[in-house]
């Protein structure tokens, strides 16, 4: 089993930007059906990412988190490349700010199916922002 002196190179970006150049001895990615974990030495594959906080922990047991909104996953020879169309940091949001999303989404209309899915949506999105803005300093860019 791959040791802390193995290492992941991952990368993360945006059409906008890089967001994150990191090397980690583990990661854990929110996938489109939910979590998968990768360690050093991951066989190769594409993935299609969900809505959620991806999590990289250092060999200083440094814990990195994002949050990342879809697109794809490549990992290949310990190289992952995050190809999302939102990625944020604890420092792109506020504790205040979270939690007043959360409350506007917890009272959007919830009349119609959709109407539904995009309150729950919402209030999901809204939930894992909160988290990552309660991290302090848990990441690096």
């Known amino acids: 089993m791959p040791g802390k002196t193995s290492k992941?190179?991952?990368q993360i970006l945006t059409p906008v930007a890089g967001v994150a150049d990191v090397r980690a001895f583990e990661m854990v990615l929110p996938v489109h059906d939910g979590l998968m974990g990768v360690l050093p030495g991951h066989a190769p594959m594409l993935c299609s990412l969900?809505?959620?906080l991806l999590r990289l922990r250092d060999s200083e047991d440094h814990l990195?988190?994002?949050?990342?909104?879809?697109?794809?996953?490549h990992i290949c020879d310990n190289e992952v490349s995050i190809l999302t169309h939102r990625a944020l940091t604890a420092d792109d949001v506020t504790v205040a700010d979270m939690q007043e999303q959360l409350i506007e989404a917890q009272v959007l209309p919830s009349d119609t199916l959709e109407q539904a899915e995009a309150r729950?949506?919402?209030?999901?999105q809204a939930k894992q922002l909160l988290i990552l803005a309660r991290r302090e300093n848990t990441h690096s860019r």
């Open 8 to 10: 992941i190179h991952c």
């Open 50 to 52: 969900g809505v959620g």
């Open 64 to 73: 990195h988190t994002y949050y990342i909104e879809g697109g794809f996953g």
């Open 120 to 124: 729950t949506a919402a209030i999901q």
